[in-house]
């Protein structure tokens, strides 16, 4: 639950909950060979044409992949675009290795333990519509829940960045918070 109340939890079909089982969302990008590969290919397409059909991604992951003001470092291209410019178009990539972090991001949300995730929002939580004065606390605290639960800060910063975004926070704060955990030595 985000601090603004909202729901992001992606309720899966029985089918899509059967397709997702047949994906290997921690093999993200790595090689397969070629018969094991058309499988989850053929499953990651037919689970995204299910969850578009079905309006069931929330908003914010949704432009996290389409919208090329939330792609850091992007030069102007969403995450879309980039598997465009890269030959990959349509439906194609759905079935590309490297779509595999996207689609478990569209499901799951950002991955960090659920309680950094819950400490993260119940502080959002306390400070109701947080102000530009409450961008340095939010840095500061979102690297201490770094430390705490031991989370490597350079890998899990673009995490820490989706959370930000899916609590509510316009993009210079998501991108502080990115930032200020990146940072953490």
């Given at each position: ?67 090329p003001a939330l792609n850091i470092g992007g030069h102007g291209a969403s995450r879309s675009e980039i598997f465009e410019r890269n030959g990959t178009r349509g439906r194609a990539i759905?079935?590309h290795p490297h779509f595999v972090r996207y689609l478990r991001y569209f499901l799951y949300g ?76």
């Amino acid at each position: 639950m985000c601090a603004n109340g909202e729901n992001l939890q992606v309720k899966l079909t029985e089918v899509e909950a059967a397709l997702a089982a047949r994906i290997d969302f921690g093999n993200s990008g790595k090689r397969h060979d070629t018969e094991s590969w058309r499988a989850v290919a053929d499953a990651m397409d037919e689970l995204m044409q299910s969850l578009l059909a079905r309006q069931a991604l929330p908003e914010v992951r949704r432009r996290y992949f389409s919208d090329p003001a939330l792609n850091i470092g992007g030069h102007g291209a969403s995450r879309s675009e980039i598997f465009e410019r890269n030959g990959t178009r349509g439906r194609a990539i759905f079935r590309h290795p490297h779509f595999v972090r996207y689609l478990r991001y569209f499901l799951y949300g950002p991955d960090l333990p659920s309680p950094l995730q819950e400490g993260f929002q119940q502080k959002m939580r306390g400070l109701g519509t947080p102000s530009s004065s409450d961008r340095m606390e939010l840095v500061k605290f979102a690297r201490e829940l770094a430390r705490s639960f031991g989370v490597d800060a350079r890998d899990s910063s673009e995490e820490f960045y989706k959370l930000a975004l899916e609590c509510g926070l316009d993009l210079d704060d998501a991108r502080a918070i990115r930032d200020g955990v990146r940072k953490l030595r």
